[in-house]
């Protein structure tokens, strides 16, 4: 049986409602705050889990041993994520400071704490498999998921890195590390433009800038574009778009981790590009009409 094994962060979110995103130097009062659970990592594997099977997917990460680590693994677990691979240490449980303003739009700041001590051997020998479809971002160690992600594709599995966000230490020798142990890259149009720079791109537009790390890196590398939609570049110069709804958003935070879930499970289901793309699109539109990252992550029923 297949199965999706998230690689990745695990946070918790204070959220402030503000009217609007505070500039450097300023104060703004909220309107109000809320304590939920996001982190990428932990945000894709509830939005995986949410649209597959009981029992499908895995989350391997780590958080502190204090009550926020508790809340992180309590949450995964009622949302159907196999928490087995979860560690913890003495180090803080990740915490991401999040504004949002009235308009939906956000700035967040995340300390790291535990997600920082997550290694590659907490990844399960079985899991190395041509049955796993991998999940990884860039919030847990860079080295520790380049690991993981070789030995997946060395087994004949499917790497899927969402390379959000991209880190200013990035070289370019391990971008191109990063590009040759995936199968599948997804950006968003800043990340697009910022990893095709680290290689060599001189343009200043984000498609292009996809089309060069598709065929660079001899990936599938897919670009979400908010309200644009999405659309994935294939090493072989061929394309697949998909458009966004049209919705009026209440919060975007999670948006992009609710599209990187739901095409890892469209993908591991054996979904087409065009309805794996459609569907991804059509989730990360649902999850705006929530407050918080994984509230509005809609089910399989609210997809179809
Ligand atoms: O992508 C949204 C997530 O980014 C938030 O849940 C926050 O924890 C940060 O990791």
């Not at 939920?36 to 594997?45: M, P, V």
Request: hydrophobic share 50%.
């Amino acid at each position: 049986m297949s199965l999706i094994t998230v690689f990745g962060s695990i946070n918790v979110d204070l959220v402030a409602g503000v009217d609007m995103i505070a500039r450097p130097g300023e104060t703004v009062l909220a309107t109000g705050y809320a304590t939920l659970c996001g982190g990428k990592g932990a945000n894709q594997a509830v939005a995986a889990a949410r649209v597959s099977p009981k029992g499908r997917v895995a989350m391997i990460g780590r958080v502190g041993r204090d009550g926020f680590g508790q809340l992180c693994l309590d949450n995964l677990a009622a949302n159907g994520v196999i928490v087995d691979g979860v560690t913890s240490g003495a180090e803080p449980t990740g915490c991401a400071f999040i504004s949002v303003s009235a308009d939906g739009e956000n700035a967040i700041t995340v300390a790291s704490g535990a997600n920082g001590c997550l290694a590659a051997d907490a990844m399960p020998a079985a899991e190395f498999s041509a049955t796993t479809t991998l999940v990884l971002q860039m919030e847990v160690p860079f080295a520790a998921s380049l690991l993981v992600a070789q030995r997946v594709r060395a087994a004949g599995g499917r790497v899927i890195w969402n390379i959000a966000p991209v880190p200013e230490r990035l070289s370019e020798a391990e971008l191109r590390a990063l590009l040759a142990a995936t199968s599948v890259l997804v950006v968003n149009e800043h990340e697009a433009c910022a990893a095709a720079r680290r290689l060599g791109w001189t343009g200043d537009d984000f498609e292009s800038a996809t089309a060069f790390l598709a065929a660079t890196g001899r990936v599938t590398c897919i670009v979400t574009a908010g309200a644009l939609g999405a659309r994935a570049f294939h090493p072989d110069g061929t394309c697949h778009t998909a458009a966004a709804e049209r919705i009026l958003p209440i919060d975007t935070t999670g948006a992009g981790d609710t599209f990187v879930g739901i095409l890892a499970a469209g993908l591991d289901e054996g979904r087409g590009w065009p309805d794996v793309l459609a569907r991804a699109c059509r989730g990360a539109s649902l999850a705006c009409l929530a407050h918080g990252a994984q509230r509005g992550m809609p089910t399989a029923e609210a997809l179809a």
